[in-house]
């Protein structure tokens, strides 16, 4: 089951490493156009210490968020962040038939709201105002109001950033493509455990509803 890392953390059971590829090494291209800064947002998803403490090489991965982040403030673009953390009441409203949180929670204090490990790691943490959106499913737009929050900006361009490639960022691709927003997907800010899962969902799954760039290419498709 490829949600298993994603399990295996909460439950304590072994990870493999997860692997970080560029967007080089998965294909990217160079954005063929630029982007209105005033309707975009880079979207900075789940770089929470309890996540970032699986991946191998981690300090480039934040190293390249963090230049990510440092361009879309200097742009104007609007960096908006989602992060995963429970309330008992959340807990509680977990139906038997979710696979994944089901038995995440069923770890007594595994996922509570207020947790160290849970918070925005310092690195990349949010700049006084930005948004940030406490989630208790996979993609950032179930159950938050980060869709009406957006719309009232007048957003409709989507730059993505997150922690795993196979969780958070897929679904929020597939759901944020469905939602119309037009999507960037930046390869070299996203982490999967997988390397296979990495290079498939960014070379065959992303492109049919996303252009998938690098951090290396924002100034230019902010330009």
């Not at 009232?152 to 958070?168: C, E, W």
């Not at 944020?176 to 960014?202: F, M, N």
């Amino acid at each position: 089951m490829k949600r298993r890392g994603f399990l295996g953390l909460v439950a304590s059971t072994p990870l493999l490493a997860t692997s970080v590829a560029s967007a080089r090494e998965t294909g990217s291209a160079t954005p063929v156009a630029g982007v209105d800064v005033g309707r975009a947002a880079l979207l900075v998803m789940d770089y929470q210490p309890a996540w970032i403490g699986t991946l191998i090489e981690s300090d480039p991965l934040l190293e390249r968020a963090a230049q990510a982040i440092a361009v879309a403030r200097e742009r104007g673009v609007t960096v908006a962040y989602a992060r995963v953390a429970f309330t008992p009441a959340d807990d509680a409203a977990v139906p038997d038939g979710n696979v994944i949180f089901t038995q995440l929670v069923q770890r007594p204090g595994g996922l509570n709201d207020g947790a160290p490990d849970l918070e925005i790691d310092p690195r990349v943490a949010p700049a006084p105002g930005e948004k940030v959106v406490r989630k208790t499913r996979v993609g950032a737009f179930a159950r938050t109001d980060l869709d009406g929050w957006l719309r009232g900006l007048g957003i409709d361009t989507l730059i993505l950033a997150g922690i795993s490639t196979s969780g958070v960022v897929l679904s929020t691709v597939c759901d944020a493509a469905d939602r119309d927003y037009r999507l960037y997907v930046l390869a070299d800010a996203c982490a999967d455990r997988d390397p296979e899962i990495q290079k498939v969902l960014t070379e065959k799954v992303f492109p049919q509803r996303a252009q998938v760039i690098s951090v290396a290419d924002l100034p230019e498709l902010l330009g």
